[in-house]
């Protein structure tokens, strides 16, 4: 392994190839301005590090919630987002570059509560100056009995990476 990274160093920098990838991992809970609507917005799931909805409130439940971030310095063209599945509804969310959606996306059925799920986005262009928007939505699959109905996925996310990739 130390051989081959070394070589591949050493003919990197005879080549002038890059190979690193940069990187901006941006924490939801840290990083990301809660976009309120009419008082609703995300809460903070401390024990998982995740914007959540909260389902509990009916009115909340089938809504797009989102939070944005704009970018300091930088040029990508990748965003990966991680979300965490849930037992009780597989819920989606939106990434859009200033107001843009770029992606629809939807959790996948799972067994696992809160696994991270990560989607990778190629071939978005963010910027220094770009606002990047995170949305999501609290919905049921029906299938988690919870009192007279049934339990409602909170659209939880952990984090979004801008990436920009070797050319």
Do not use: C
């Not at 799931?45 to 930088?74: C, D, P, W």
């Not at 100056?129 to 996310?157: C, F, L, M």
């Amino acid at each position: 392994m130390k051989t081959t990274l070394t070589a591949t160093l050493l003919f990197g920098l005879l080549t002038n190839t890059v190979f690193a990838a940069e990187t901006l991992k941006l924490s939801a809970i840290k990083d990301f301005a809660i976009n309120s609507i009419e008082g609703n917005s995300y809460y903070v799931h401390e024990g998982r590090n995740a914007l959540a909805i909260n389902a509990g409130k009916k009115s909340m439940r089938n809504k797009f919630y989102s939070a944005s971030y704009t970018v300091k310095q930088g040029e990508f063209n990748q965003i990966k987002l991680t979300t965490l599945t849930e037992l009780d509804g597989e819920s989606q969310y939106k990434v859009a570059v200033n107001d843009k959606v770029v992606a629809i996306l939807t959790n996948p059925e799972t067994n696992v509560d809160y696994k991270p799920n990560t989607f990778v986005l190629d071939k978005v262009t963010v910027k220094a100056g770009d606002v990047v928007h995170v949305y999501s939505n609290a919905v049921t699959n029906g299938k988690i009995p919870e009192n007279d109905e049934t339990a409602y996925a909170r659209g939880r996310w952990v984090n979004l990476t801008l990436i920009k990739t070797a050319s």
